[in-house]
């Protein structure tokens, strides 16, 4: 399909006129539609998906089932269909023709978007994924490229399951699905079976990067990011992006959870959340018991002077300027309530020397935090002792004197007994995949490092080769350990050079044969009057002729002259 694409009809009835986009399977083209006079868009297979069977049936089969959606924010599946072009046989997909630009675009070029944008694209991809799912289609690979924006702002899902096609059972960590993997749930980085909610996640990935215009994890390798996203915690929108709402940056941490069963439990109730800027307030009973909350819109001049006081806010997309004046006018007596509050409060905290506290819990803060979280609140804090645990880091804060809940007086010492964590052997992860490894590290309190990826003769892909610290070296809990991946064995075949045979001893003949990665097929033993008995006399392919790595060569071994032939074979076969 290289070359120009002029008066290319697909099955007498779509005519290709031109590239649209490129993708890791297919190629994306804009055609008409001779039998219905529209424009359509066809997605035709590489040639290189189109020789597996296996990989064409089901194929097949999802966009068969990708066919059955019919919801305006899906990209809509017409029809499949093959064809011999130029003696070819060519694999397509008819779909919508979407004209517009891909939500990967359109971040790129606005480098992030505001909270309304992404409100409306997020609401509309998720009304996408719940008609899919209320259908039993799990998209499986919802990332920015896969939404289409057509010129009406209408988000357009496309691909639906159709990853599932691409990437078997188990993930696979190559380069070709490189850019997939940033938004990939952990779930489906582990290769176990894969939900409704791992779209959600995947979603909360794309609204991470609609946010910040950054996607949440990143590394210089695919299995790096798979980890991350296995085991790391992505730094909060809020903190890279301030313009954020707080609605929004719940909504998107709360996709991004590792455990599917925090998240929410399906597309409708994101849908709920995301229409409802007091989607918050659900949350705030966690974080609440030292804070006053206070009602201000976002850019009102009368901030509380304690920042620390938590902020909610009523009103927070910034875009909609109608609403927010009306807004502050009903808030202000709220606010005026609200800081009457916060300066009552600050009296006692301050300017009353008797008044008592509640101890908070420190327990398993860093060490440094939870001096600060008691000097915060007018208490001394005072490190006793560090005990060696398995239950808590090193660093981290396991017993607290007097406890939490308890009532003290202002300027009362809190003593604090710090984790010196545990040293644990580094287990054995050579043959593990990472899913096991994890498990195998977390089970001594150890989590997974850096990862790079090498070729291995001896382990399949995916399969750990190499680990640093190795086996058995004694590591403090919560250290890392760095694994080496196997990519399966190196594919493209090295040449190498015969060297010369002739006239050596049959032994170095056969070390320069394994040398110089050739293989021995047939010896022959021959008399010769020339050479010398037990020297190399013709060697099937010649000195400095260069061939593939373990082609087989035959050799001709001297046994000498005629005389002493019959004797010298004797005692070579006993030997
Ligand atoms: P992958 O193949 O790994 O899923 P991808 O999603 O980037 O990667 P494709 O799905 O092949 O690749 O799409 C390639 C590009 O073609 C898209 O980025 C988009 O620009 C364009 N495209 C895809 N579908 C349509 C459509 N229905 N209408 C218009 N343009 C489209
Ligand atoms: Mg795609």
Do not use: C
Not at 253 to 269: G, H, I, T, V, Y
Not at 412 to 421: K, W
């Amino acid at each position: 399909m290289r070359g120009n694409m002029e008066k290319i009809i697909l099955d007498n009835r779509y005519e290709i006129i031109d590239q649209v986009g490129i993708g890791g399977m297919a190629k994306v083209y804009k055609a008409k539609d001779r039998l219905l006079g529209r424009l359509v868009a066809i997605k035709i297979l590489k040639e290189a998906y189109a020789e597996d069977d296996e990989f064409l049936k089901k194929f097949n089969n999802e966009a068969q089932s990708a066919a059955r959606l019919n919801h305006v924010n899906i990209v809509n599946v017409y029809d499949i269909g093959e064809d011999m072009v130029n003696g070819r046989k060519l694999y397509y997909i008819v779909m919508e023709y979407v004209e517009g630009l891909t939500l990967k675009d359109l971040i790129e070029k606005e480098g992030s978007l505001s909270n309304h944008d992404i409100i409306d694209y997020s609401v509309q991809i998720a009304q996408a994924l719940k008609s899919a799912h209320d259908s039993g289609i799990i998209h499986r690979d919802i990332k920015p490229q896969n939404i289409l924006i057509d010129k009406y702002g209408l988000a357009k899902v496309t691909d639906f399951g159709i990853a599932r096609v691409s990437s078997n059972a188990t993930i696979t960590y190559t380069s070709s699905i490189l850019g997939t993997v940033h938004y990939i749930s952990p779930e489906q980085a582990k290769g176990k079976i894969v939900d409704e909610k791992s779209d959600l996640y995947s979603l909360g990935a794309v609204m991470y990067e609609m946010a910040v215009g950054k996607v949440p994890f990143d590394a210089d390798n695919s299995v790096g990011i798979a980890v991350m996203h296995i085991q790391d915690k992505p730094k909060s929108v809020k903190d890279l992006n301030e313009k954020v709402s707080d609605h929004l940056n719940r909504i998107i941490m709360k996709l991004l959870e590792k455990d599917p069963a925090n998240r929410f439990s399906n597309a409708s109730q994101l849908i709920e959340a995301l229409e409802d800027q007091s989607f918050s307030l659900e949350d705030k009973k966690l974080e609440d018991t030292a804070r006053i909350p206070i009602v201000v819109t976002q850019k009102r001049e009368a901030k509380p002077k304690e920042d620390k006081e938590a902020v909610y806010i009523s009103a927070s997309d910034e875009n909609d300027k109608k609403n927010t004046s009306k807004s502050s006018i009903r808030i202000w007596p709220l606010a005026l309530l609200a800081l009457l509050l916060v300066g009552i409060v600050y009296f006692f905290m301050t300017k009353s020397n008797d008044s008592r506290i509640e101890v908070p819990t420190v327990i398993n803060l860093d060490q440094d935090m939870a001096v600060r979280e008691l000097e915060k609140r007018g208490l001394k804090a005072n490190i006793s002792r560090t005990e060696e645990s398995d239950q808590y880091d090193k660093g981290k804060v396991m017993k607290q004197d007097p406890e939490s809940s308890i009532v003290v007086d202002l300027g009362t010492t809190v003593n604090l007994v710090v984790s010196a964590g545990r040293e644990v052997p580094v287990p054995d992860l050579l043959g593990l995949d990472i899913s096991q490894a994890e498990d195998a590290l977390k089970e001594v309190g150890l989590t997974i490092g850096k990862t790079t990826t090498e070729n291995s003769e001896t382990y399949a892909k995916d399969l750990i080769i190499g680990q640093d610290p190795r086996v058995n070296t004694n590591l403090q809990t919560g250290s890392k350990v760095d694994i080496v991946i196997s990519l399966g064995p190196e594919e493209r075949i090295e040449n190498t050079w015969v060297p010369n045979l002739i006239g050596t001893s049959e032994e170095d003949a056969y070390s320069l044969i394994s040398q110089y990665k050739l293989s021995l097929r047939n010896v022959d033993y021959r008399e010769s009057e020339e050479v010398e008995e037990g020297l190399v006399m013709d060697q099937s392919i010649s000195q400095g002729t260069e061939v593939a790595e373990g082609s087989a060569i035959d050799l001709v071994i001297s046994t000498g002259k005629k005389e002493e032939e019959k004797e010298e074979e004797v005692v070579k076969n006993v030997d």
